[in-house]
Structure formats: C-alpha cells, structure tokens
C-alpha cells in the first residue's frame, strides 16, 4: 500500500489541513497487499468471476475489455500466492453542485466466497481511501452491490433512481415543440454512434452525480450486447431524436424483448441508457418508445426521482421502484466542501466522527462567502475550537454532499443531533434543485 495521505490535492484546491490518514487494519497472517500487471489480468478477472457467480465463456470474456486500468487496479494475494480479492477504481470527474470534483469511483470489488469474512474488504477499502487521498482525489463514489456493506466505510447513501414500468401509451402532458423533433432508429453500433450518444449525455451533466464516460473503454461498454446478456431480447438499437436542424437532442439505447400471449403480442421495451438535452426531446423520446407497436410495457433504467419523465406522466401512480443510486464518501473535507456551491447563507460549526479517517474527525466550521448574481456562494471548513451546533458522522455528510438530502430528516431519523436553526440554515445552504443521479452503473 502505498503511503496514506502524503500528497495534497489537485492544484486550485485549498485546504488548511492535510490531507488524514488512514486506519488501516491488518490483513489476516499471509495475506498481502499487491497491485495487478496486465500479466495478471485473467487472475484479476476470474476472482471477479468467482465473487460474482459471473457467467464466464471464452467469447463472452474476449468482448469484454478490462474496464479499470492497471494502475488502479489492485489485490490481495493469499499465502499460496493466488489472488484472494480484488478492488479497481476509476477516475472520475463528479458532477457536484455547481461544478466537479475529482472523484475515485470504486468498483470491481469482490472477495473469493472462500476468502470472505476475515476483514479483506475491510483492508481494501482503506487501501482505495489511501490511495485516492493519495493521487489528489477528495471524494470517492460508488455503486453497492448490496446497500447494506459500505456504510460502515463512511460512504452516505447520496442519490436515488426511480426505475418505472409503463404500460405501452402511458399519456404523457404536452410538450411544445416535441412534435416537429424528428426520430430515427438504427442497429446500435458503436463505431458509428457512440460520439453522438456520448455528447447528449455529457451535456446532461449539469445535474450533480451525473458522471461522465471519460474513457474509450467506458464509451464501448454502453453498447455492449454479447448474445448471452440478452435474456431473449432483439440486439441493442439506437433511437435518436433530432432538431429541425439535424442536431440530435436526446437518444435511447433500448431492446425489445418478444412476447406472445393469448391476447396478443405483449414484448417489452427494456431501455438500458438514455439523455435527453431539453424537454421536448424528452417528450419526443418517450413518446416514441411508449408507442412501439407489438409491446406492452415500456421499462425505464433508473432515473433521477425529478426526472422529466415523472412530471410528464399523467398517471405515475404505483408504477416506480426505488433503489439507491450513488454512494459517496468525502477523503478531503476541504477540498470537497470547496469544490461546489452552495444555495444559501451559512456560519455552523460541526462536529464530525470519522472512524477509517481519524485526522478529519473533531470540529469544522462551514461558512460561506458572498452570493454571487445566481444567489450562489462557496464556502470553505476551517478548523475551530467553538462549540458545535451539529455533531455527525461523516457518512451524513457524504449523503447530503450532491444536494439530495436533508440534514433535518436525517437528525428526525436519529442519524445526527443538532440545534432546529443551525439544521435549517445548513439545509438550505446544501440542497440543490436538481435531484442528483447517476445515470450508468459502472
Ligand atoms: C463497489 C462495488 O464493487 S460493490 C461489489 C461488492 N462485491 C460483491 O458484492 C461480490 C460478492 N461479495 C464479496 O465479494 C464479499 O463478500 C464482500 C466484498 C461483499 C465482502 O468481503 P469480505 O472480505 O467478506 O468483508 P470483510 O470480512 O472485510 O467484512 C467487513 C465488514 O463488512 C461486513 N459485510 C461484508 N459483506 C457484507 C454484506 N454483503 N452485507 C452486509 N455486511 C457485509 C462484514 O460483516 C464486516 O462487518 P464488521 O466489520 O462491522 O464486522
């Protein structure tokens, strides 16, 4: 592992601190730290396999690449040598409020079920906090395979989707200007149509989490359709919506899967990714896939709660499931409370516990600056010594950082304890109008 906390953070960002350290625990007698050369890439990819209960054939692993890069690759070797673990992350750009945030997003982590429950996690995870502390990364983010395991990391629970099952013409209100879009559709391909999915979906991350696919890699894994992920569906097709003037506002990446019952042809429309750049393509987009003929029912990936999709449904009763969305865990609490902006006016000191990351536990002050034309302020936490007015773990704060949460409901849950006014201001200061999601499980 390399040194925890050594380096500072990305030039522009400033803190009065540096950067904490981590808890790292033991790993258990023999078992040791490594990172992964591309010569241990099969070994890398089989303890995933095994963790997952993947489905695994030689042509289904050849299409599929190696999504982290090697030098965030990393494992745990066992004592006979093999790897026991394995965790990688990505570096990403955050979308937060008002602006970005380098941001470690963590992801193949998996512990061979004959490995598991002797604290590899636990020593992985500090081994990813270090180091993203340690390449300038104040936040890390990710998607849980079960929501129960990381909260005892300090990640917070800090967006949720909506994924909606319609029935084929749900009415949607209208929208002026949708039908003089345009709709085409095509066999997806990826050569052909991934820098035009690409820019509609980049220019809809002006909503906090809305991460970006910066890498080649992650671009091609969108369209990826190898036939046994299909479950009976068509191939992946692409349907675009475009201006008068051809430029394309939205698009869908969706399969139908065939269906035939006693009354009739019933598939269902399976939309895997999709961006819409304004409303009326959102309205051109649904409309489209929600009148598609020989199907029954229109399933949604997972939206923003505040999506145009649920404001435009005349009848969205009882057809939405929630799940958590994006995890986030703040590293650097300067430089993540520095890098995005801030609704209202706030002067509160807090005291924060952080149990993996002892160096920011203790007693902050957030206060914000002057508000600028937009009402918009930023702010800085600085260490004090003044009595606080809201105590909290750092896994609240983690949860209330893109803007979705309220401090206030979290304190009515039991979660943190602080003073009615002190909770109010910090709320409004922190909430921001657009609901945040992530688009794309990585
Ligand atoms: C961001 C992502 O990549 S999410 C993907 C996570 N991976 C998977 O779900 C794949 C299948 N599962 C696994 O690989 C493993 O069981 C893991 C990674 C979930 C856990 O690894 P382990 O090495 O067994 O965990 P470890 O022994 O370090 O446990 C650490 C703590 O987490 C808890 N924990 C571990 N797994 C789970 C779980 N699935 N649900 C709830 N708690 C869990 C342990 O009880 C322990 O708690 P404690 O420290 O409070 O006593």
Sequence with gaps: MPPAGAAGHDAGMVTTTPAPVVVAPALPDGYRTVTVPPEREAEYREVDGLAFAMPSTPELEAQLPLTVPFERAMAVEAPDGTLAAVHGSYAFRLPVPGGSVACAGLTWVGVRPDHRRRGILRSMIATHLARSLDRGEPVSALWAAEPAIYGRFGYGSAADSATWTLPRGAALRDVPGSAALTVQLRTADVERDSAVVEAVHAACADRPGWMTRE????????????????????????????????????????????????????????????????????????????????????????????????????????????????????????????????????????????????????????????????????????????????????????????????????????????????????????????????????
């Design 215 to 442: 890498t080649d890699v992650l671009r091609r894994r969108v369209f990826l359709d190898p036939v046994p992920w299909r479950d009976g569906a068509e191939p992946l097709r692409l349907v675009t919506v475009a201006a008068p003037d051809g430029e394309v506002r939205a698009y869908a990446l969706f399969a139908r899967a065939e269906k035939w019952e006693a009354t009739g042809a019933a598939a269902t429309v399976r939309v895997r990714d999709l961006a819409a750049r304004d409303a009326a393509a959102a309205h051109r987009l649904w409309s489209f896939l929600l009148d598609l003929d020989l199907t029954a029912t229109v399933r949604t990936p997972g939206l923003a709660l505040d999506d145009p999709l649920a404001a435009l449904l005349v009848d969205p009763r009882g057809r939405a499931t929630l799940a958590d969305n994006l995890w986030v865990r703040l590293l650097d609490l300067p430089a993540a409370v520095a890098a995005r902006r801030w609704s209202g006016d706030v002067d509160v000191v807090l005291e924060l516990t952080d149990a993996l990351l002892p160096g920011n536990a203790g007693r902050w002050r957030l206060v914000t600056g002057a508000a600028d034309a937009d009402g918009l302020r930023d702010a800085r936490l600085e260490r004090t010594d003044d009595r606080p007015a809201v105590r909290l773990d750092v896994r609240e704060l983690g949860a209330a950082y893109l803007g979705g949460r309220s401090f206030e409901a979290f304190a009515r849950a039991g979660l943190l304890t602080g003073e009615s006014s002190a909770l109010r201001r910090l709320d409004v200061a922190a909430r921001w109008p657009v609901a945040p999601v992530c688009s794309w499980v990585w």
